[in-house]
C-alpha cells in the first residue's frame, strides 16, 4: 500500500508532515512526498494568506487526477479554519484540524483494514477537530542524511494584528527538556534544526531556549534555530548560546515593518529601536553572524514615511537574506478591519523593496567572499555556519568541508573545497 504526504506552508508543517511519513513506514507503508498514484493521501494545509488556503483547497483537485478513489485525509491550518469547505470535496474522507496530529495516525489505523472500493461522495467526509494543551508529540520525523528538524513548541500567544496562527494552533506549548534530548541524542544527523511556532516562549519547568542549548551543547551536530523574536535576545540567552559552541551563529529575528506606528498596529510589542538594539547585542557576541528577517510591504495604512523606514533599517541592521512580501488580508484577525491600501500601491513598493534586498543581501555576501568557512553540503549545495549558501562540484551530499567562497553565485557563492572536516 501506498501513501502520498503533500504539504503547504511552513517549516512546522513540513516537520509535521515528516512525523506522519514515519508513522505510516512503521505501519508498512510505502510513502512519498510527491504527488503521484497511490492508495491513500494526506494534505497538510495552510492558512497563513488567503492564497495558501486556496492552494490547499486546489490540492485535493490534484490529488483526484492521481486516483479516483483513493481516500484523502485533510488536517492543518486551513482545515482548522474552515473543515466544511475540505469535507464537501469528492474524495476527502477525513478532516482534521491544526491540534492533535496524532489523531490522523489513529484515522489511518481505523481505515487501514477497509480501503474504499469507490470514491467517498462529496460532502461525506468526517470532520474531527480538536483541542490541544499540552504539547503533541509524534514519530520521530523521518528526515535527509544532512540535518534533523526537531519540533519542541507549538502553538502562539502573541495575536500579531494580521496572523491567524493562534487561532488554529491554540496556545503556546511546549515539549519537554527530557523528550527534546532523548530525540536529539538519537537522530544521528550532522545538523538539528530546532523548530517551533513560537521558539521564543518555548518554556518547561521554569527552563527556557537557552538553558535548552546548554543541555544540548554535547551534542555532537551543528544545532540551528528557527526563526525567533526580540525578546530572547538577551545578553543572558547569547551568553549561552556561544558557550554552548555548536549553535550556529544565525538568527532569523522576524522584523515584519521598520516603522514604530505600523508595529505598534501590528502588535508586535517591540520598536524600531529595540529590534536595532538586539541585532547589535547578536554582533557584539557573533560578529560574523547571519540575521535573516521578514518584511510585510503594504500593511493597511502604511504611508510614505512608514514605508522609507523599512527600507532604511535594512542596511542599518545587516540582514543577511530577507524574505519580503506583500501584505494578504486575512478574515478573522484585527487588521481585517483596517483599510487595506490599493494593490497598485503594494506592487510599486514591493519592486523597491525587492531592489533594497539584494543590495543588502550582496552587501553581506561581500564581505565573506576569499574567506575560509566551514560548510555542510546537501544534494544542492550547502550551508556556512552563517547560513552562506555555497556551491562546489566535489562536494558530497552530507559532507562537512572546509571552503573557500571564490565568487558570487547563484543564491550564494561559488567555493573550493580546502579540505574534508
Wanted: glycine fraction near 6%; hydrophobic fraction near 40%; aromatic fraction near 8%.
Amino acid at each position: 500500500m501506498k501513501a502520498c504526504v503533500f504539504t503547504l506552508g511552513c517549516k512546522q508543517n513540513e516537520v509535521e508532515s515528516a512525523s506522519l511519513m514515519q508513522g505510516l513506514i512503521e505501519r508498512g507503508w510505502e510513502v512519498t512526498d510527491e504527488l503521484s498514484s497511490a492508495d491513500l493521501y494526506l494534505l497538510n494545509t495552510c492558512a497563513v494568506t488567503a492564497e495558501a488556503e486556496r492552494k490547499s483547497r486546489q490540492a485535493i483537485a490534484r490529488m483526484r487526477k492521481h486516483s479516483e478513489i483513493a481516500p484523502i485525509a485533510v488536517f492543518g491550518c486551513a482545515a482548522q479554519n474552515n473543515p466544511t469547505a475540505f469535507a464537501e470535496k469528492e474524495g476527502v474522507a477525513f478532516v482534521s484540524g491544526a491540534m492533535r496530529k496524532d489523531k490522523v495516525l489513529e484515522y489511518i489505523d481505523r481505515m487501514q483494514g477497509s480501503m474504499p472500493e469507490e470514491t467517498c461522495k462529496a460532502g461525506s467526509g468526517e470532520i474531527i477537530t480538536q483541542s490541544e494543551s499540552v504539547f503533541c508529540e509524534l514519530p520521530v520525523p523521518a528526515r535527509t542524511k544532512t540535518r534533523a528538524y526537531l519540533r519542541i513548541q507549538d502553538g502562539c500567544n502573541r495575536f500579531c494584528s494580521y496572523c491567524l496562527i493562534p487561532y488554529l494552533r491554540g496556545r503556546s506549548r511546549s515539549r519537554s527538556f527530557e523528550s527534546v534530548l532523548a530525540e536529539a541524542k538519537a537522530c544521528g544527523a550532522k545538523e538539528i534544526v530546532i523548530t517551533g511556532i513560537d521558539l521564543s516562549s518555548y518554556r518547561d519547568e521554569g527552563r527556557g531556549l537557552g538553558d535548552l542549548l546548554t543541555a544540548l551543547a554535547d551534542m555532537p551536530a551543528r544545532i540551528r534555530l528557527g526563526s525567533l523574536e526580540v525578546s530572547v535576545i538577551t545578553e543572558d540567552f547569547l551568553a549561552k548560546m556561544k558557550a554552548a559552541k555548536n549553535v550556529m551563529p544565525h538568527f532569523h529575528l522576524s522584523l515584519q515593518s521598520g516603522s514604530n506606528r505600523v508595529l505598534r498596529a501590528m502588535n508586535r510589542r517591540y520598536t524600531r529601536e529595540e529590534y536595532l538594539a538586539a541585532c547589535n547585542r547578536i554582533y557584539q557576541y557573533f560578529p560574523e553572524a547571519a540575521i535573516t528577517t521578514d518584511i510585510i510591504v503594504g500593511f493597511p495604512e502604511e504611508s510614505e514615511a512608514d514605508f522609507e523606514e523599512s527600507l532604511s533599517i535594512l542596511e542599518e541592521a545587516g540582514f543577511s537574506k530577507i524574505h519580503a512580501f506583500p501584505f494578504s488580508m486575512r478574515q478573522g484577525t484585527a487588521a481585517a478591519k483596517r483599510k487595506d491600501l490599493a494593490g497598485a500601491v503594494k506592487k510599486e513598493r514591493m519592486a523597491r523593496m525587492l531592489v533594497a534586498c539584494r543590495a543588502t543581501e550582496e552587501k553581506y555576501l561581500a564581505r565573506f567572499i576569499g574567506s575560509v568557512q566551514k560548510a555542510l553540503f546537501e544534494d544542492d549545495g550547502g550551508y556556512t555556519e552563517n547560513y552562506v549558501r555555497v556551491y562546489c562540484d566535489r562536494a558530497f551530499e552530507g559532507g562537512m568541508y572546509e571552503v573557500r567562497l571564490l565568487e558570487p553565485y547563484r543564491d550564494g557563492a561559488r567555493c573550493e573545497i580546502i579540505k574534508e572536516l
